[in-house]
């Protein structure tokens, strides 16, 4: 019913900046709130930021400041700017829906590599 396809991800250099685009389909997308989420080398899947069907946004506080998610309804995008990039960032980044009946969709993921 839903497919997620993330883009963007690459190799930046620590202080750069990188955008990332979550392309998704299905009639649900309008309804139902998205977000992206990361698991880095060794680590857990833990949360980034997430934008509810109305608009609103919570980020993780490891990228307050840093980060900008938004959301395109018509488009059915969810896009999350990346600046101030650290080494810690460096993770596979994937994007989520998260439908009304409880159901998670995922990305298969991108690749963000922050180094020098």
């Known amino acids: 019913q839903v497919q997620l396809v993330e883009s963007g991800g690459g190799l930046v250099q620590p202080g750069g900046s990188l955008r990332l685009s979550c392309a998704a389909s299905?009639?649900?997308?309008?309804?139902?709130?998205v977000g992206w989420y990361r698991q880095g080398p060794g680590k857990e899947r833990e949360l980034v930021a997430t934008?509810?069907?109305?608009?609103?946004?919570n980020y993780a506080d490891f990228v307050k400041g840093r980060f900008t998610i938004s959301r395109e309804n018509v488009s059915k995008t969810v896009s999350l700017h990346m600046d101030s990039l650290k080494p810690e960032d460096t993770a596979v980044y994937f994007c989520n829906l998260h439908s009304t009946s409880n159901y998670d969709y995922w990305g298969r993921g991108t690749q963000v590599t922050v180094s020098s």
């Open positions: 299905g009639r649900i997308f309008s309804i139902s709130n």
């Open positions: 934008i509810t069907s109305g608009g609103r946004i």
